[in-house]
């Protein structure tokens, strides 16, 4: 199909540790759009981080992924690690919460930036240092010349974060992969780099998928959403129908359970609509749904099977036994 | 007391009625420790040279200095009872290994006691007291450090004369300083965490403090230095007694079989080979059990 | 609010001398990470304090709880000064002034059973709690948070954040303080852990009549918990005012561009906003600006900004800002 740079089919990820095989993600299916904006919301221990490191080749030791990642033809699950290379920091980029264990602290920031487009493009260096620097004049940062010649542990927490997405867009990636992207920073920091990710948008072909628990950055730049719980999709649909009818309990729950600010309201009144308990042990075989234990409406049927991911509208998926056609 | 707090729901947990043991960080380690193949080899190893060490004079018939004029500077042979051979003087070798083995590990152990005591005190101490006092504290040890050992148990030897207690004090003395350095950086690092803080707005004096929070959580790389100190403090004797400083006649270390045998070598190269290979066999063991204890006490251990 | 503040805060300052140069004779320049705060607190009350890394309010939390001593200004509890108390004081007060932290599982010992942990704020006062009331108090606390008391053999990496956070307020609370200092105490949680706990704090304070100051940089939260607000920049207040004036009238730039930060789980509100964000870096506190502090990144800054750092002045009952140009920014 045109316009889908990356699918993937019956994703499993898993870890063998000394307390038992953990199912990260469990049968995971979706679709990326050239150009598109696909947030993957999640909460810890949802899988969200894991589907795309496994898709990028680089799971912690004692972790395996099955299934299928397609991107341009070919399963990314199965290359080696050269092959990999080629494609990891060049077309499919990716940056994470923190930036300073995503860069190098040893080396200055223009050095880093270099070697990207040294490496997967092969350009000189002096190139190659040209185009950085119209990179990150191009993202904002002030006195560029000076900033390329510190060590990242010199940078501000933001503009560290904005460094590691220069150097995530330096090859001009098919996709970008944000972790995270702006949990560690404070609010007014996390507002510019919203800002540089929606600037992102407007001006290149460059497909992002945003992972995040933060229901509100979600709600801002993307497209699609996904939500996943216990390592499955529980629902996907496009992001204004996401937040005007979610229709998983689990998806309810999150957005009545985040406090907001609203423009006129009476202070602390009541309390929040809190999801009792907390996420399952990916330990332990897990029968029927896995939210079933905190969901109010749970039927019987949703503690012996598990709900089937089904079509629930034009560009809408659903797994719940709920909201099932009887 | 007041109202109970409401629907914070947890069905699964409030259903739990027995109190349930605790897996403790040390069950995790020795669970890690446990599948570590190399390691449980090592405390096997260890085992049999205890055990060596311990009961093998029973099985021979041979003593500590008995003279066997029949078989002097015998070969090794399983026929005549002197498994291991005998040295110029007709002694046997595989008795007086045995005895080796027993005061070399005595002097590892007790050197490493002795370090440990003091090194761990100073070393929290220097580390929670930190500022002007702590820092006053790590300059002595750095000049210490700066003091060269044989020189100063030459000196000891010298004006005191040579006894087996001199050894002890005079590894212990210097192994000390490594691990109050060790003890006051890890001190150091705990002493910033929150739980210290927490044992503060908790009341909890400064003692205590030392005793419930610092040094529990400080003793796990002491652990793993203490495995790989003892077969440094053994080696060191075995320096020590090459050069005639160590433990006098009849005690016998490892270290002076290893010299009577280097002086023989050509002649009796048995008498070498066997003190050698039981040295470096411990000396494997040690390092396999203190590789083995830095795994299984890391991972997501502090 | 009639009943007196049970505590009074007064141009608090704390400054850490930091090395600036190494070598022989270093230099040393105070980092001011709390510059002249005041505020007070009553009884029941909950006073959120919002601010962004190197803002101090963490210092200001610790302050309070006399784990930094204070470089100037008085902090009174109950009338009496406790910036400049003794050990043994300190001690005592204990059990007025307690502390929860940001990061649960760094708060607890790993070495201890949290049986052990939540026991230990009584074993200071020996003669007070014996055993057997230690065990009661203990287990009454755990149901009180919502675990159970079965748990007390347990070591706190066997439970989840949210677990380890309950406990970390059960410890907090087993005293039955009057006052608790909340340092961002569901920041490292997950969305749906967070309302949880937020529900908990909220039914406690009601179950033991408790001050709460809430120290957080998430105004959302903020929001839906406090009565009062203080927002600090760089050691100082920039803005104090009743929680609903504050989110509805906010008067300092800094506030604005706080609240227009906050991304709203609401995408065609989101897509709606035109928001300016502040260019630039939140400065060091090593090195503050001169006059206004926040003049380097507001969109309203003139001469005059520069020149001389505004006081607080009253906008409204209640409601304080320290900006030169409040009356004429919307």
Request: charged letters at 20%.
């Amino acid at each position: 199909m045109t316009g889908q740079i990356l699918t993937a089919q019956g994703l499993n990820v898993t870890f063998a540790t000394p307390d038992g095989m953990v199912r990260a993600v469990s049968d995971l299916s979706f679709s990326l759009m050239r150009g598109e904006c696909l947030g993957i919301v999640g909460e810890s221990g949802s899988g969200k981080s894991q589907t795309f490191l496994s898709a990028l080749g680089v799971l912690a030791d004692n972790g395996r992924a099955g299934g299928v990642v397609n991107f341009q033809g070919q399963n990314l699950l199965g290359l080696t690690q050269n092959a990999l290379n080629d494609i990891r920091g060049n077309r499919i980029t990716m940056i994470f919460q923190d930036a300073l264990t995503g860069l190098t602290p040893h080396m200055r920031m223009g050095e880093q930036l270099t070697e990207v487009l040294v490496t997967h493009k092969a350009l000189s260096k002096q190139t190659a240092r040209a185009r950085v620097l119209e990179m990150i004049t191009r993202l904002r940062v002030p006195d560029p010349q000076q900033r390329l010649a510190m060590y990242p542990h010199e940078l501000s927490g933001g503009m560290r974060q904005r460094m590691m997405i220069a150097m995530a867009l330096l090859c001009e990636p098919d996709i970008l992969i944000a972790d995270e992207p702006t949990t560690a920073l404070d609010v007014t920091i996390q507002a510019q780099v919203l800002q540089l990710l929606s600037g992102l948008k407007k001006h290149t072909e460059t497909a992002i998928i945003l992972v995040t628990h933060d229901l509100g950055v979600v709600a801002g730049l993307c497209e699609r959403v996904m939500v996943m719980y216990a390592g499955r999709l529980v629902e996907e649909a496009p992001v204004d129908e996401l937040f005007y009818d979610p229709r998983h309990p689990y998806t309810r729950g999150l957005l009545d359970s985040t406090p907001r600010l609203a423009g006129s309201v009476h202070a602390a009144d009541g309390r929040l609509k809190a999801i009792p308990g907390q996420p399952p042990s990916l330990e332990e075989q897990i029968t029927g749904c896995a939210f079933a234990p905190r969901c109010a409406g749970a039927m019987a049927i949703c503690h012996t099977e598990r709900p089937p991911l089904r079509q629930s509208g034009p560009g809408r998926r659903l797994a719940c036994h709920l909201a099932a056609p009887s | 007391m007041g109202a109970a707090p409401g629907s914070t729901g947890l069905p699964d947990l409030l259903t739990e009625a027995a109190v349930i043991k605790g897996r403790s960080l040390w069950q995790d380690a020795w669970t890690r420790f446990r599948h570590n193949r190399a390691a449980i080899a090592g405390m096997a190893g260890l085992a049999l040279i205890a055990f060596y060490a311990v009961f093998a004079p029973f099985f021979s018939a041979y003593t500590l200095d008995g003279l066997d004029y029949t078989y002097i500077q015998a070969g090794p042979s399983l026929a005549n009872g002197h498994w291991f051979g005998t040295d110029s003087n007709g002694r046997d070798l595989f008795v007086r290994t045995a005895y080796g083995a027993r005061i070399s590990l005595l002097i590892g152990l007790m050197t490493t006691i002795i370090a440990l005591s003091i090194g761990v005190t100073y070393g929290a101490l220097a580390g929670f007291l930190g500022g002007r006092i702590g820092n006053i504290m790590m300059r002595i040890v750095d000049v210490l450090y700066a003091l060269p050992l044989i020189f100063f148990i030459i000196i000891l030897v010298t004006v005191v004369g040579r006894s087996i207690f001199l050894v002890f004090v005079g590894i212990g003395a210097v192994e000390w300083l490594t691990m109050a350095r060790i003890v006051r950086g890890q001190t150091l690092s705990v002493k910033q965490k929150e739980y210290v803080d927490a044992a503060r707005i908790a009341g909890v004096s400064s003692a205590k403090i030392i005793q419930r929070h610092i040094i529990p959580n400080v003793i796990g790389p002491v652990v793993v230095f203490v495995t790989l100190l003892i077969p440094t403090n053994i080696l060191i004797e075995s320096y020590l007694s090459f050069l005639g400083l160590g433990v006098q006649e009849p005690m016998t270390s490892w270290g002076v079989l290893i010299k009577q045998g280097s002086n023989n070598l050509e002649s009796m190269p048995w008498l070498l080979l066997f003190p050698a290979t039981f040295l470096a066999l411990t000396m494997f063991c040690f390092n396999f059990i203190g590789d083995g204890l830095r795994d299984a006490l890391d991972p997501k251990d502090r | 609010m009639t009943k007196p503040p049970m505590l009074r805060v007064n141009d608090l300052k704390v400054h850490f001398p930091v090395r600036k140069t190494s070598g022989f004779l270093p230099d040393r320049v105070p980092l001011k990470a709390v510059d002249g705060i005041s505020f007070s607190l009553g009884a029941g009350e909950t006073l959120g304090i919002v601010g962004e890394s190197g803002c101090g309010k963490s210092t200001l939390g610790r302050a309070i709880l006399s784990l930094v001593r204070p470089t100037a200004g008085r902090i009174s509890w109950l009338g009496v000064d406790i910036a400049q108390a003794d050990k043994r004081a300190t001690r005592l007060r204990r059990k007025d002034l307690q502390l929860v932290f940001q990061d649960p599982l760094a708060s607890l010992n790993p070495r201890m059973t949290i049986g052990e942990i939540i026991a230990e704020p009584l074993r200071s006062f020996p003669a007070e709690y014996s055993k057997s009331v230690r065990i009661r108090k203990v287990n009454e606390m755990l149901h009180q948070v919502g675990l159970s008391p079965g748990m007390t053999n347990r070591y706190p990496h066997e439970f989840s954040g949210g677990q380890s956070q309950r406990i970390s307020i059960a410890r907090a609370m087993i005293l039955t303080p009057k006052l608790v200092v909340l340092d961002e105490p569901v920041s490292a949680l997950d969305v749906s852990i967070q309302a949880q706990i937020i529900n908990l704090l909220k039914d406690l304070q009601a179950a033991f009549d408790l001050s709460y100051i809430f120290i957080s940089h998430d105004l959302s939260v903020v929001q839906h918990m406090c009565d009062r607000v203080l927002i600090m920049y760089l050691g100082q207040v920039v803005e104090q005012a009743r929680a609903h004036d504050l989110f509805v009238n906010p008067r300092h730039p800094y506030t604005r561009s706080l609240i227009d930060a906050v991304p709203i789980p609401d995408p065609v509100a989101e897509r709606a906003r035109q928001t300016v964000s502040l260019t630039g870096d939140p400065p060091s506190p090593l090195n503050p600006p001169a006059g206004c502090r926040f003049h380097p990144r507001c969109p309203h800054a003139v001469d005059a900004c520069q020149a001389a750092a505004p006081e607080l002045e009253t906008v409204a009952p209640g409601h304080d800002t320290a900006c030169f140009r409040w009356r004429e920014t919307l």
